[in-house]
């Protein structure tokens, strides 16, 4: 007996009806590589601007630029792409590999918002990892490489995982370690090299059948060359530890088929800077495969100790460090400032195996949007665009 | 890597859940491969039986019955698919299939040759009804206490689908799996060949009546022989018309193959119960069947020849 | 330090209390939910994670880091 495909009209009625029944019931089962493999591509499209003008800098505006004039300066342009592929080998192993290109032009600050300057560049990465299931958790091995011109960086790291009886808790544990070679193109240091090492520690934990939470705490230890090599009067210390605390939640609302993704992560290092970061997302399905996620992310840090403020009576020129400092930059990135992000992505499911997704930010970098405390003068309001568009297959 | 010129093997993993012998059959490239996904197959049974038999504590099915007269009981997306899916069998079998009939069973105990009595009959009666049931924003509540809700005419048949998926998915193309008789087929030998599968005789025990050929799809059997008692020359079987509460008696088994294994039990287990008019409703359904009637009678189609002994 | 003992204390907590139900594996389908998950979205997190780093002085938090690079 064979069985048969002229089905009659009942026949058809009652295989219909099975064919409600769950095909593909997303239970929680034991760690197994995933069913299906996956290619993804994405393009990133990054455009950086600064807000040079008087009004802008308030009382350190340039003494000759012209009252009200808004006058946006370009910073840096970087068209990205980035194709993914997870394959997974049998119900026990599965490999994946990235390869990132990023084609870098425009201009950055010497020292802090001031005297741009040309840059081009091209950086390719590429990483590639394996891992095994395991009956209750999950072991990865990954290597990465990253190479533009003047940087080149090597990383190497382990994850374990460890799941509950339930799947409903899971430990993790990591390793990572870094190798960067540094050949500046004004050769202002020769073969500089910076070496780290990062640990992770984390828990996820299923809560209700609605909500999940994570925790995860992340050391790290790093030597060798800090400083930027294209920026003016930037001397930085040859070491630099980290402690990050991050905690996640995700919550779905069953009534309004919509999730909510939290998170806050505290950050501070050896250098005194401390930072807080607030993400909020909210993912609404919309019908039809369609979903829209509107998010928010707020940032807010202190300054490095050896930051160098910017000095209003000899604007637009840099203010020499203080005499006895051993360490010293007047780098953007290390003064107190708060950012906030505002962004939205559509995402739709063409089919059962196939997916795009666009998403567009703004973020806006100021000093005056510190959390508390005195944020970073001086520094024009930097902005930063971001369109991404991508496609995933599985197969 | 394995080489693709190795040769399939066949590896055979028994197994014991919902109370009967079962196993797994698939042809493999390793020994190791075969046993991870075999045991993945296993787990999935395992996962059915313990979230749906009546008697586990951590079962959805438990929960609902301890509920009867009470609240609703919230359902997840399979249970909530598995009690629209019997709301439809309801419908199409003119209320013969109805999954609130287990509580008849309570008057029947087939270790004893004893017909119960029409008033423990009218008893137990009220308690069933899939109408009754109220089912309303992925809720169930069982408006009388003492009723129940039960998937064992189903279960099982569910059970060897889902395992089969979860193989299927894996890549398997040439096995099947057997969950004491209810089967779910994902290709033929490695050979090509169908599998060559016994249809137990109704009337003696180890005996096979007849031998299908099958290579794909779901193959279920009701019969007349796995629970009852005989009174008086009269064969009283655990199939109980949910109507009467009597137990039906036209056929002594019933066999057929259709693209799942849940859709070939629910038409054996209602074809059963239509008793005389279960013949024209097994060909109205278009699906291969083999059944044996109360005079011991053949009835069949099939679309290769099944051999007969 | 204090920041690492609420941390720890705030772990704790959530083992213990009873605001942690357990969940069935039958009951997991909200979860599997890509959108639910912590990272269904690896692409985009590598991109996310570059800019952030390039621009502001934190670092990390949420995965090992992969490859650095000389951002400006």
Same mark, same amino acid.
């Given at each position: ?10 026949? *058809? =009625?009652? !295989?219909? /009806? ?8 997303? %239970?929680?089962? &034991?760690?197994? +590589? ?120 090597? *990383? =190497?790291? !382990?994850? /374990? ?8 808790? %899971?430990?993790? &544990?990591?390793? +990572? ?125 202190? /300054? ?92 | ?309 | ?72």
């Amino acid at each position: 007996m064979v069985a048969t495909k002229h089905h009659t009209e009942l026949g *058809a =009625a009652l !295989l219909s /009806a099975a064919m409600a029944l769950p095909c593909i019931v997303s %239970t929680a089962h &034991a760690e197994s +590589a995933p069913e299906k493999g996956t290619l993804s591509f994405k393009y990133l499209n990054y455009k950086e601007s600064q807000q040079t003008s008087s009004d802008a800098l308030g009382v350190y505006g340039r003494a000759d630029s012209k009252s009200g004039a808004s006058a946006y300066d370009d910073r840096i342009l970087v068209k990205a792409t980035s194709s993914s592929l997870v394959v997974p080998l049998n119900s026990e192993w599965s490999m994946s590999g990235t390869l990132i290109t990023d084609a870098i032009s425009g201009a950055s600050p010497a020292y802090h918002t001031q005297a741009l300057s040309y840059l081009k560049d091209f950086r390719r990465a590429v990483d590639a990892s394996v891992t095994r299931y395991l009956p209750n958790g999950t072991l990865t091995v990954g290597m990465s490489h990253s190479g533009e011109n003047d940087y080149v960086s090597r *990383a =190497a790291s !382990l994850l /374990a995982t460890r799941s509950s009886e339930n799947k409903n808790t %899971t430990w993790t &544990a990591g390793l +990572a370690v870094n190798r960067d070679q540094i050949n500046p193109a004004n050769q202002i240091v020769l073969n500089e090299t910076k070496r780290s090492s990062e640990v992770l520690l984390g828990v996820t934990q299923v809560v209700t059948m609605n909500d999940i939470v994570q925790f995860n705490m992340g050391y790290y230890k790093g030597q060798g060359y800090f400083s930027d090599p294209y920026k003016i009067y930037d001397e930085r210390p040859r070491d630099r530890t980290q402690q990050k605390f991050q905690t996640r939640w995700n919550h779905y609302f069953n009534d309004l088929n919509a999730t909510s993704r939290l998170a806050y992560r505290y950050y501070t290092d050896s250098w005194g800077i401390r930072s807080h970061t607030l993400d909020a997302e909210w993912v609404q399905q919309i019908g039809n495969g369609w979903s829209a996620a509107p998010a928010v992310r707020y940032y807010s840090q202190t /300054a490095a100790k050896f930051y160098v403020e910017v000095d209003p009576s000899i604007l637009p020129f840099p203010p020499s460090p203080p005499a006895n400092a051993k360490y010293f930059s007047e780098d953007q990135r290390m003064s107190a400032f708060g950012g906030l992000t505002l962004g939205m992505k559509l995402t739709k499911q063409l089919n059962l195996d196939t997916k795009v997704d666009v998403k567009l930010e703004q973020y806006g970098q100021k000093g005056i949007w510190i959390l508390s405390g005195n944020g970073s003068k001086g520094l024009a309001p930097f902005y930063a665009r971001n369109l991404q568009v991508g496609i995933t297959r599985s197969f | 890597m394995v080489s693709k010129a190795m040769p399939l093997k066949v590896h055979r993993q028994t197994f014991k859940a919902m109370g009967s012998a079962c196993e797994v059959v698939l042809t493999s490239h390793t020994q190791k491969e075969a046993e991870s996904m075999a045991n993945l197959a296993i787990d999935e049974v395992l996962r059915i039986e313990r979230k749906y038999s009546r008697y586990t504590t951590d079962s959805i099915i438990a929960k609902i019955n301890q509920q009867a007269g009470c609240e609703a009981v919230q359902c997840d997306d399979e249970t909530w698919a598995l009690f629209q899916f019997a709301s439809q069998l309801f419908d199409k079998s003119d209320g013969l299939f109805d999954i609130t009939s287990g509580v008849l069973r309570q008057a029947w105990n087939f270790k004893k040759p004893e017909v119960p009595t029409s008033q423990k009959l009218e008893a137990l009666l009220p308690l069933v009804g899939w109408k009754k049931v109220v089912l309303q924003e992925q809720r169930i509540a069982l408006p009388l206490a003492g009723m129940e809700v039960d998937l064992g005419g189903f279960g099982k048949e569910y059970a060897a689908d889902r395992a089969a998926q979860v193989l299927k998915e894996k890549g398997v193309t040439h096995g099947y799996v057997n969950l004491a008789g209810d089967m779910r087929f994902l290709g033929p030998k490695s050979t090509g060949e169908p599998w060559m599968i016994g249809i137990q005789d109704p009337r003696v025990r180890d005996q096979v009546v007849a031998t299908l050929p099958i290579t794909m799809g779901g193959l279920a059997t009701s019969g007349d022989y796995e629970r009852y008692f005989e009174l008086n020359g009269q064969r009283y079987c655990h199939v109980l018309n949910p109507k009467t509460g009597m137990p039906v008696s036209y056929w002594r088994s019933v066999s057929v193959t259709s693209p799942a294994t849940v859709v070939s039990g629910c038409t054996t287990t209602m074809a059963m119960l239509k008793e005389a008019e279960g013949l024209a409703f097994l060909q109205a359904t278009g699906f291969d069947f083999f059944a044996i009637d109360h005079t011991g009678q053949v009835h069949l189609r099939h679309e290769t020849q099944a051999a007969l002994n | 330090m204090r920041v690492l003992a609420m941390w720890i204390f705030a772990l704790l907590t959530l083992q213990g209390c009873s605001v942690v139900q357990t969940v069935e594996p039958w009951q997991k389908g909200n979860l599997a939910k890509p959108e639910m998950t912590f990272d269904d979205d690896p692409l985009e997190r590598g991109y996310r994670e570059h800019i952030y780093t390039s621009k502001e002085a934190s670092a990390g938090g949420s995965g090992l880091g992969g490859g650095g690079c000389g951002c400006n």
